[in-house]
Structure formats: C-alpha cells, structure tokens
C-alpha cells in the first residue's frame, strides 16, 4: 500500500468534494437528539454507512448489564433514554490491525435561555464557523468520521487492509449508555480514535491521552429540630451548621492532597493531580424551620492510581476518623453516596505507535505544532484503554461554544477529514512495516 499516493488522492478527494462535507455536517445538526430524547440522525448515519457497504447495528443504552462496570453511570432520575440509540457498524479487512473510531451523537439540551432567538437546528455559517448544536459537541466528529471514511473508500475501492469498527454512540451522561454498552455486547478492536473536538479550543494541538478520574458524590448530614414554637430556643442540631463543618473538613483533606499529589513531568508539570469541586448545597424547608438534613454535592477529580469505589470509603472513612470526638457525629455519621459520573482514570502512553501516527498526520496536514496533553475529566478514551486494554486517543477539529452556542471551524473540520483519513491509513501500513 502506497500511503503517500494514497494521502495525495485523499487530499484531492477532500478538495472536491468540501462542500458536501460541511453539508452533510449541516444534516446531522438539523436532525435533532438532545440527551434523553430519540436520535433522529441515526438514520441519516446508518444510511451512510450503509452505503458504504459496512454493516449497521442499532440497539439503546444497556443500563441494566453494564451495572458490572466499575465506570457504570446511571441515569439522573426521572431520565429515559430508551428511545436513543447507538449506531455500530463494522468493516472486515485483511490482516492489518484494526481500528475503531467513535464519536456521540446525542447533544446537550437547546435551553431557551441559551439559545433565544436562535434556531439550534438551522445551521449557518458566520466568520468561517458552522454554528448549531452539536456543531462542537460532537457531531462535527461523528461527519469527520464519515467523511473520512468515504475519502479513503474513494481511493481504495478493494479488500481494506484492515477492519474498521464504527460507532456513533451516546455519550452524554457518563458514556455507560453508548461506548460502555457497545463493549459490553463484543465490539472490539486494536486501537480506538474518539473524534471529539477540545473543550479548551486547542483544535488538533490538544491529544486526549489521559483521562482523569471523575466522581460525583454527595455528602448528607443529618440534624433534628427544636423545641416547637420556641423562638428563642438554641437545643436544636441545624444541619446547615453541620454540614458546614463536613464541608470545610473535605476542604481541608483536599488541600492537603493537593499539596502532595503532582504531577511530575509533561505540560501541567507542578500543577496539581487532584481537585475537590463543592457544586451544590440543598438544605432546609423553610427559613424559619430547622432543616433536618444537609446535602453537600462534589465533583472529585483524581489520578491514576486511585479508584471511584476507593475514594468512596476513603472520604466515608476520613469524615468518621475527623469527627470521632462529635457526640452527635458518633451516632449520625455523615452518609457518603456516588451519584452520577463515575470514571476511573485511564492513559495511553504519549510515546505509544497510536499517538505518534496522529501527531504525524496532524504536523503534515496543519503545519508544526507544540503538542499539549490535557488531563481531560471522564472522557470516552477510558473505556477502550479500560476494558478492552488497547489504546486510545482523543482527537477533534478547532471548536468552541460547549454548553453554550456552538460552533465549529469549517477549515478544521475539512483539515480534520484529511487527518483522520491519513491516520487510519498510517495505523494500517504498520503491519507491512
């Protein structure tokens, strides 16, 4: 196989046909899928693919099999997703290594009071930028995907060289009920590439290699009233001031953790390894009613080496060990409760083959660039690297507007088709190397 050959006949294939491209982007957005809701563009990508001559499978999120899975993320409650699918389809080769390429489709809510007068599903294009939702996040990386895989289909018309597994999947809620489901049911591969743009707008100088641990917890704390109708009474446990002291006590054990945990090389060298986010204080009926529990809500985020289930009794265990002189702590300990992102921490080594074919094709296509490896929070790249043990990167074109009024770079994005198309190329030519 003529790679090079191959990566000029790509780049005119992409030159050709670009508008088509920024298109078919276009198409993905005006079918609408927020989290929870059905996924109308499933159609459009299973058509594709389908035409393409992959097979296509579709099947919702297995909340109930994956439970098994240290990384399982349940459903906030009150949210049904049984109407959303994933999308796998696969592409049998020859005996060069195989690849798989993901991306969600579903996207974040068209909140009105984001969007306003704009319509999230009628894209436009403004300053070089696609704008609607999902433009960032993420369906400018399943159409990469796509586009990329009709480029090289273009220019090798025979027996691939490799198979190809496709996934557009849900990702929105902790990824339990797309990638996670996807493994579970047998999809495999030798490496995986996740076409998810940067939330820092890094572009392609971002590589996702290390995925942070991530976990939502609550902390409840327990209090009782006082004497009724006694104004003036002071016998009573207020939860609120309990919880505040459960509060700077997690504080502290997070300071001190972020003295000590740092990380020693790379670009975030110094900096430190973990965070403790205090999200949410819910506590109390009414103002003049004692409440009678506190719910403190944090986002831990943490390194390799340490594991949701882990952190869970350590902090539980902490609270207890803190408060052992508390006569009403001895007898109402602070409960600690996972709620709903939990992602163990994952990493595909920087010097791997996989990194260094996407930082290649990134240099060749985009000019030089001074690489940054982001510690990235619950990224799709851990279930790959986790349970299927291979490697994994995050890639995405220049894009921004996450959680807002997206928007993605349509020089990028086509750059973007090129690199993709190029790197998939390169990860098959190993096997004759």
């Not at 993901?102 to 068209?110: A, I, K, N, Q, Y």
Request: charge should be negative; proline fraction near 6%; glycine fraction near 10%.
């Amino acid at each position: 196989m003529n790679t090079a050959d191959l990566k000029e006949k790509i780049s005119a294939y992409v030159l050709k046909n670009e508008e088509e491209m920024v298109e078919y982007l276009k198409s993905l957005i005006r079918l609408p899928s927020p989290q929870g809701k059905p996924t109308y563009p499933q159609e459009l990508v299973a058509q594709t693919m389908r035409e393409l001559g992959l097979s296509v499978e579709a099947f919702p999120g297995d909340l109930e099999n994956t439970k098994k899975y240290p990384d399982y993320c349940p459903l906030p409650e009150q949210e049904n997703n049984s109407k959303a699918l994933n999308l796998v389809s696969v592409k049998k080769g020859e005996k060069a290594p195989s690849l798989m390429l993901f991306s969600h489709v579903d996207t974040e809510l068209p909140l009105e009071k984001i969007w306003g007068d704009l319509d999230p599903f009628d894209p436009w294009e403004k300053e070089g930028k696609v704008w609607g939702l999902g433009a960032a996040d993420a369906k400018s990386g399943l159409a990469m995907i796509l586009m990329a895989l009709k480029a090289i289909f273009a220019v090798i018309p025979g027996e691939l060289p490799g198979d190809l597994v496709v996934m557009s999947v849900l990702g929105k809620r902790g990824g339990a009920a797309g990638a996670l489901t996807a493994i579970h049911r047998g999809y495999r591969a030798d490496a995986a590439i996740y076409c998810h743009s940067a939330e820092t707008q890094h572009g392609f100088q971002e590589i996702k290699n290390y995925s942070m641990g991530t976990m939502d917890f609550k902390v409840l704390v327990k209090g009782k009233e006082g004497v009724p109708y006694e104004d003036l009474d002071d016998s009573e446990i207020n939860a609120i001031k309990k919880g505040k002291e459960v509060l700077e006590a997690l504080l502290q054990w997070d300071g001190d953790r972020r003295e000590k945990m740092i990380f020693p090389d790379g670009n975030f060298v110094g900096q430190a390894m973990t965070k403790l986010h205090p999200g949410r204080l819910i506590a109390g009926d009414y103002v003049g009613k004692d409440p009678l529990e506190f719910e403190l809500q944090c986002r831990l985020y943490f390194p390799l080496g340490e594991t949701v289930d882990g952190l869970l009794g350590e902090i539980e265990k902490y609270l207890v060990e803190r408060f052992a002189s508390d006569s009403w702590f001895a007898e109402n300990p602070p409960r600690v409760k996972p709620m709903f992102i939990r992602a163990n921490p994952a990493e595909t080594s920087s010097k791997d083959p996989l990194i260094r074919i996407v930082e290649e094709n990134i240099n060749l296509v985009k000019g030089p660039q001074e690489f940054i490896y982001q510690h990235h929070g619950a990224s799709d790249i851990r279930f790959p690297i986790l349970y299927l043990g291979i490697p994994a990167v995050g890639i995405g074109s220049l894009a921004g507007g996450f959680s807002g009024v997206e928007w993605i770079d349509r020089e990028d994005f086509l750059k973007g088709v090129e690199i993709l198309a190029f790197t998939i190329l390169d990860w098959w030519a190993q096997a004759e190397k």
